[in-house]
């Protein structure tokens, strides 16, 4: 049997690795160790409950307000101790977060082969986002299997002087994930002559001025467009939540609610007329459901939904935010050349060629 231990810690890898997980358990040459650090706990604990998932170890490190540093070094150090328990043939991290680039670190001072899902996303911007380009930069320098979600991905490896030999393009597994979830209409309390905006805001580096603009703009919307309800399941971050509910308590058709679980979330987003959000799962998902997107940012690593039409970057800037959103929701030429369902980002089977390939390659360990 071949021992995969597949550590994680925030909700996004929780989403993206339950197929994997799922797979796993599937096949009779693998057997999987599932191992969080749960640097999130609620978020987390809602897509593992949702998901069916039990943890074989749980670091438990989540603490409120916690430094980059904090978690880096709480997970580094816990990891080491079960990957030295467990002995796993090879660890599997996902994305770009704290969690993923310390389970790299601790599999690489153990001797551990590593494989990365999701590898070769870049900004080539250091701090944005920040810091998650470094932790995904820093994780390939470290990986021995790179499973890469689109052919622009592994592109970036291999002009990083990556081997190819290590590459495997993939599709990403929230496809597979998004097929798990997207079910008949779930949503309640909205009107059938009433328009969703879906609002997510959470990213490090646009907490302060920048999230004010983005508020700035939504008032601004809300204010002007009465039939329209903006929906903003909001983040546990603290920070994010102060901001939010000091800026966005006047207008009564801003609704701030909590964390949706995924089903919820797949659901309401297929109900939703536009998004707006840093979010960059939500950049994946969006696309395959045909629901133009209004990124929050001045780069992302997912060009492929740029250029699948799906996708348009309009930054920080409230003016800019606020003109963008008023032309999709008065220009329908404008909406559908936006609007059509287009999925840069697989067929959904990214997971079954992942497990494929970790078992072909290991199989004679
Ligand atoms: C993290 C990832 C980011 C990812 C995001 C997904 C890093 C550095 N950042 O950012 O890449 O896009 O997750 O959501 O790895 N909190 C809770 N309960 C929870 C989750 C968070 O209370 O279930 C609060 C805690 O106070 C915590 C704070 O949110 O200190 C921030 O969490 P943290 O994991 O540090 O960063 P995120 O902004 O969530
Ligand atoms: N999501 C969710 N509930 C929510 C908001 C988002 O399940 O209330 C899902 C969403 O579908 C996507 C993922 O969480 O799969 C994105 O997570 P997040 O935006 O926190 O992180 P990022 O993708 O930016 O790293």
Redesign the pocket.
Known sequence: MIKVMIIFG???EA??LAPIIKELEKREETVPLVCVTAQHRE?LD??LEYMEIKTDYDLNIMKQGQTLSEITTKALVGLEEIIKQAKPDVVLVQ?D?TTTFSGALAAFYNMVPIAHVEAGLRTYEKYVPFPEEMNRQMVSRLADFNFAPTEETKQNLLKEGKDENTIYVTGNT?ID?LKLTVKEQIVENVKDNEKIILL?V??RENIGKNMENIFNAVNKIAKEYKNIKIIY?I?KNPKVREIANRMLKDQNNIEIIE????IE??NL?NKSYLVL??????QE?APSLGKPVLVLRDTTERPEGIKAGTLKLVGTNEKIIYEETKKLLENKYEYDKMAKASNPYGDGFASQRIVDTIIEKLKDK
């Open positions: 925030t909700r996004p989403i993206k978020m809602q897509v994305g977060t929230a994930a997510t959470h990213r399941p983040h964390p949706l679980e995924v979330f797949h987003l959000t840093d979010s960059g799962g939500i998902e």
